[in-house]
């Protein structure tokens, strides 16, 4: 093992060795360890990375209440995602991956290929002026603009007779 683990004392037996990956590297620690601990006896201290930013993440308590060591459990069919690296106790062949891998994760082919595609953004992206010209002064009048907003209707209005009169009533 490294330097980065205590010679003796803890509740781990260094007579029985575990092999275990993490993001796809080999690694070794002791039964009893958990993953968080077995991580940072191999020098690992980027555990992970923040969900909006891609900042960098480490261990940061021993117990159940840890923020950043969220990882992903098994491979394949057998995964378990968002478990604390500080709850998992180590066993032999188990595999773990960081959940939040940043911007590392993205592949040049599929970053080329989502920035050729045409964009699917509306054509206008500001907020909606509501009559008003960019000097302040209204372009139109409120009942104007009242009567441009009505005369988009769908096309099947529903008439409901109404008691005023015999009137029918038109709701678009």
Same mark, same amino acid.
């Given at each position: 093992?490294?330097?980065? +683990?205590?010679?003796?004392?803890?509740?781990?037996?260094?007579?029985?060795?575990?092999?275990?990956?993490?993001?796809?590297?080999?690694?070794?620690?002791?039964?009893?360890?958990?993953?968080?601990?077995?991580?940072?006896?191999?020098?690992?201290?980027?555990?992970?990375?923040?969900?909006?930013?891609?900042?960098?993440?480490?261990?940061?308590?021993?117990?159940?209440?840890?923020?950043?060591?969220?990882?992903?459990?098994? #491979?394949?069919? +057998?995964? #378990?995602?968002?478990?604390?690296?500080?709850?998992? #106790?180590?066993?032999?062949?188990?595999?773990?991956?960081? +959940?939040?891998?940043?911007?590392?994760?993205?592949?040049?082919?599929?970053?080329?290929?989502?920035?050729?595609?045409?964009?699917?953004?509306?054509?206008s992206t500001t907020r909606p002026s509501c009559g008003r010209r960019p000097s302040g002064k209204r372009?139109?009048?409120?009942?104007?603009?009242?009567?441009?907003?009505?005369?988009?209707?769908?096309?099947?209005?529903?008439?409901?007779?109404?008691?005023?009169?015999?009137?029918?009533?038109?709701?678009?």
């Amino acid at each position: 093992m490294t330097s980065y +683990r205590l010679s003796k004392g803890g509740r781990i037996d260094r007579a029985k060795p575990l092999d275990f990956t993490f993001d796809g590297k080999p690694m070794q620690g002791f039964a009893g360890d958990t993953l968080a601990s077995a991580l940072l006896a191999n020098g690992r201290q980027l555990v992970g990375r923040s969900f909006k930013y891609h900042r960098p993440r480490g261990i940061l308590t021993a117990g159940a209440a840890e923020p950043n060591a969220l990882v992903t459990i098994g #491979e394949g069919g +057998r995964t #378990e995602a968002n478990t604390r690296a500080t709850l998992v #106790e180590l066993y032999s062949s188990l595999t773990a991956k960081a +959940r939040t891998a940043g911007p590392r994760s993205i592949s040049t082919s599929a970053l080329s290929t989502a920035c050729s595609r045409p964009s699917l953004a509306p054509a206008s992206t500001t907020r909606p002026s509501c009559g008003r010209r960019p000097s302040g002064k209204r372009s139109m009048s409120r009942s104007s603009a009242r009567r441009q907003a009505l005369a988009v209707r769908p096309m099947n209005p529903i008439r409901i007779p109404t008691k005023n009169a015999g009137r029918i009533a038109t709701c678009w």
